[in-house]
């Protein structure tokens, strides 16, 4: 390129931005663009490489390389220079192109033995979207001003065909945010839903990429710059004396505003040609690559704060804020890269689903989702980046399967899916108010799962027998600070009143691991699943505790009172768990309260220890609760966050199966009331096993409950336990088989 770089590169973009301006397909764009770059740089070839698909680059347009080839000229991911590119996002500027690793020649394309070669990733924003290319037979390496002037050509080539510049024939020119897309993530909450999409936080569209007049472009960026600190020093000085971690991050985020060459990187970018939100998606695009590659947890963090600063910085200069004008659809699922839960309780309701790129499925969000009733995708991967406010969507949560903007022959197929759950519905409300009675004459219990005063309107509509299970940590996790015990024991009281009677389990706060208040210190546990977490919590930091039980024993308010403490795993836990209840008891009783008529206090058994408590505990406990999720995955050292292990264990297993039912056979002798709660408990299959081994009380999400009842009340449990008992004699590992069989014979439709 000639000396004076920087205003070659402004011109080069200047001529780029009229070559897009000017009419013709998206091929005969594309096309412009190589002879553009090829004869600025004075290179003999200039191409460009698109995705066709996830794996697959195409040769699109070409100056200097065969004509013909367009279009018929394919690489891997990874395969030769240019694949290396794609793959890595890095860079590839060599003298000596043919001894380069992974060196491809491709004769197709009449290309001669060019020595020099820059090839540099056309991405936005961490999505990459192909490969441009400069080549030429002088063999020297391209100058850092060359190799700038063609990433920010690179980068405005994204910008371009994400507003669709670039669509033509062929799959490689389809129309960005067009097309079908299929992401497979993570089952968060189970259900089916169709809807219009809803961005939580929509993206930035940057239609100037190219800077008409760089002064007045800095001036713009140097006012929102200013805007943006004026802003974090409002935060900060909000939340000063509040949450120590809270305060931590909005001063990263006051280091990063005040950034001097923040500033000044930007600004460079500007001179050489950017407008200013080019100029700060460039500088976010950098953050982000340096995101993707570092190991180091805390430089992650401080770049992912960057991140999030540099989006404020994007919607001040576009004017796109919270408020984009666009209104939310009827039929709202909503998209996020992660969500807190007093945001998402914020939609409530009035959302068809949720799909989130990060998240777990046992975050915050999924919890929330669940008391919601509303259908969850985790670990959906860059549907941030593909999906589009008011795009079709079908959300498969029994799968962990998403169809965003959906072909017609898979909208029908979903559609008639769901209207056969729809139809099963209508036969499980024909059964609500009948008991969950098998043909063999045993009566089970199925009661329902709750965390927060929504979920109570289910009570009577699912034909639940009560409360098996209420969460009392949403509470606590949806606030900014601790609640006061005033505050909890009216939401106990209001909770009792919505239950009319029936009976409800409060189990204690249940946080740590995956749970952690947004006002607590989060430990950095190498294992927290396995660490410092529930009844351990209270029994170290006695005075939330205490408060809470007090809340509750004033809630009950002379009512019945049945109180479980989750993740005891010895008995001498449990003991003194219970001591903190007689003395909250004996207090407010010399208060004057008044107290519970009755007053029942369980355990959750999560822990594979405590079914190997001694006689006495089971003695002296009202009543034992499985919590099956966690027990699953510490029967099978098998974390149920992790998607390459959880699902190689199957509930059905003869191991676990046996494991079981040795709990009910010892809570049998000692007569102590038993139930399970957990996922497993909602899935007819499951629960029908659970029932056929000695359960006799099951706790779900209330839309389990029919499935489950219809299935029992088809089912003889005598018979179905003796085909558990030859099949785990036989030496199988799992006894799903054998059940599904035995329904099949006896003709009880297993998915109904």
């Not at 020595?115 to 979207?129: A, K």
Request: aromatic share 6%; with cysteine.
């Amino acid at each position: 390129m000639p000396d004076g770089t920087e205003s070659e590169s402004r011109k080069l973009l200047v001529r780029l931005r009229d070559t897009l301006a000017e009419g013709g397909a998206g091929q005969e764009r594309l096309d412009k663009i190589t002879h553009l770059i090829a004869s600025s740089m004075l290179t003999e070839v200039c191409s460009i490489y698109l995705f066709r698909d996830d794996d697959t680059l195409e040769l699109c347009a070409t100056e200097g390389l065969k004509a013909e080839s367009v279009h018929q000229t394919r690489l891997r991911l990874g395969e030769g220079l240019v694949g290396r590119v794609a793959k890595t996002t890095q860079i590839v500027n060599t003298a000596d192109a043919p001894s380069e690793r992974g060196f491809r020649y491709m004769p197709e394309t009449g290309e001669e033995a060019y020595s020099s070669f820059l090839g540099v990733p056309i991405q936005r924003l961490g999505e990459t979207l192909g490969v441009l290319v400069v080549q030429s037979k002088e063999a020297r390496q391209f100058s850092s001003d060359e190799v700038y002037a063609l990433e920010v050509v690179a980068m405005v080539l994204a910008e371009m065909a994400e507003l669709g510049a670039f669509v033509g024939d062929g799959a490689a020119l389809k129309a960005l945010h067009q097309q079908p897309v299929l992401f497979r993530g993570t089952v968060g909450q189970e259900g089916t839903a169709e809807g219009h999409i809803w961005l939580h936080e929509p993206r930035v569209v940057v239609t100037n990429p190219v800077a008409e007049d760089p002064q007045a472009e800095t001036e713009r960026l140097r006012d929102a710059v200013n805007e943006l600190r004026y802003s974090v020093d409002q935060m900060l000085s909000v939340a000063e004396g509040g949450d120590a971690d809270h305060v931590q991050v909005l001063e990263a985020y006051k280091m990063f505003a005040n950034s001097k060459g923040w500033l000044r990187r930007m600004e460079e970018d500007i001179s050489r040609g950017l407008s200013a939100e080019a100029a700060v998606e460039k500088e976010q695009s950098i953050a982000r690559s340096r995101m993707a590659r570092s190991t180091d947890a805390y430089l992650r963090e401080r770049l992912n704060d960057l991140d999030d600063l540099s989006n404020r910085l994007l919607r001040i200069l576009t004017g796109q804020g919270s408020d984009t004008g666009a209104e939310m659809p009827d039929d709202p699922i909503l998209v996020a890269r992660n969500i807190g839960p007093a945001e998402l309780l914020d939609y409530g309701r009035r959302l068809k689903g949720v799909i989130l790129e990060e998240g777990s499925v046992g975050s915050h969000a999924a919890i929330v989702a669940r008391a919601l009733a509303i259908p969850l995708v985790v670990h959906a991967r860059n549907i941030t980046t593909e999906a589009l406010n008011g795009n079709h969507v079908l959300l498969d949560g029994d799968q962990g399967v998403v169809h965003l903007r959906p072909d017609e022959n898979v909208v029908k197929a979903f559609r008639d899916q769901m209207a056969m759950q729809a139809q099963a519905q209508e036969r499980y409300a024909s059964i609500r108010d009948l008991p969950a009675e098998t043909l063999c004459g045993r009566r089970i219990s199925l009661t329902m799962n709750a965390g927060l005063m929504a979920d109570l309107p289910s009570l009577p509509t699912s034909g639940a027998e009560g409360v098996g299970l209420f969460r009392t940590e949403l509470q606590f996790l949806v606030r900014n600070k601790m609640p006061k015990r005033a505050e909890l024991s009216a939401l106990y009281g209001r909770v009792l009143d919505a239950a009319d009677g029936q009976p409800v389990v409060f189990r204690t706060l249940d946080i740590g691991s995956d749970k952690v208040l947004p006002y607590m210190k989060p430990n950095d546990e190498p294992n927290p699943a396995l660490g410092w977490r529930a009844i351990r919590v209270g029994l170290d930091k006695p005075g939330v505790l205490r408060m809470q039980l007090q809340a509750l024993i004033r809630a009950a308010n002379g009512r019945p009172l049945s109180v479980m403490f989750p993740f005891i795993a010895q008995m001498d836990e449990f003991t003194v768990a219970r001591q903190e209840i007689d003395k909250a008891m004996a207090r407010e009783e010399r208060l004057g309260h008044v107290l519970p008529s009755e007053l029942k206090i369980g355990t959750m058994l999560e822990t594979p220890s405590l079914a190997f408590a001694p006689q006495a505990f089971f003695e002296q406990v009202d009543f034992v609760s499985i919590g099956g999720n966690d027990l699953k995955q510490f029967f099978f050292a098998a974390d149920r966050e992790n998607e390459r292990v959880r699902r190689r264990y199957d509930t059905l297993n003869v191991s676990f199966l046996s494991f079981l039912e040795g709990i009910v056979n010892r809570c049998r002798t000692t007569g102590t009331p038993l139930s399970f709660c957990g996922e497993d408990a909602g899935r007819p299959i499951e629960a029908l096993c659970l029932a056929a081994i000695g359960l006799q009380s099951l706790s779900m999400r209330p839309a389990s409950i029919g499935p489950v009842k219809h299935l029992l009340r088809r089912t003889n449990l005598g018979e179905l336990y003796s085909v558990i008992s030859e099949a785990r004699e036989s030496g199988v590992q799992s006894v799903r088989p054998a059940v599904m069989e035995y329904l099949a014979k006896a003709a009880i439709p297993s998915a109904s």
